[in-house]
């Protein structure tokens, strides 16, 4: 067997430490890899004027949305585009005058009433997935500092 000067022996590496050092690269290549899909399921959302939240993101990345919520720049990223898709919303338009009839003023009122009922169940959707997320991070937490014997 001819060496290389620089080349370690093979026999200098001990074949677990090599299979170790192979699935940490495993490990960081998938990491990566998720982040990547995350980024473009983010982009695809905003570039085709879909409601970003994390359930949307997840579905689109086909990533977790513990993944997302672990992920802190991803986190902040999804949190900020979901508050300036909210602050573009403009409000509902108020029964003009000419429409004088009952029916058309408690229709609208009625439409009014649904989109902030379905504003407030999606924010409240939002909060309990995001309680979630920490459940999971704190229980990650408690497992990686082992029993407590």
């Known amino acids: 067997m001819s060496k290389r000067p620089n080349e370690k022996a ?7 430490d090599r299979r170790i050092a192979a699935l940490r690269q495993a490990a960081q290549d998938k990491h990566q890899q998720a982040v990547q899909r995350a980024e473009a399921g983010i982009r695809r959302l905003v570039k085709e004027h879909e409601e970003i939240n994390f359930r949307a993101v997840a579905r689109a990345a086909g990533v977790s949305l513990d993944f997302l919520y672990a992920h802190t720049d991803l986190r ?8 300036q898709q909210r602050t573009k919303q403009t409000p509902p338009q108020a029964p003009s005058a000419d429409d004088g009839t009952v029916i058309h003023a408690l229709t609208d009122a009625l439409r009014r009433e ?10 409240l959707e939002q909060r309990l997935a995001a309680a979630h997320g920490e459940i999971l991070r704190l229980q990650r937490v408690i497992q990686s500092h082992g029993p407590t014997s």
Do not use: Y
Request: aromatic share 0%; charged share 40%.
């Open 114 to 123: 649904r989109a902030t009922h379905r504003e407030r169940v999606q924010e």
């Open 10 to 16: 093979p026999e200098t590496v001990p074949p677990a």
């Open 76 to 83: 902040k990223r999804i949190e900020t585009l979901r508050g």
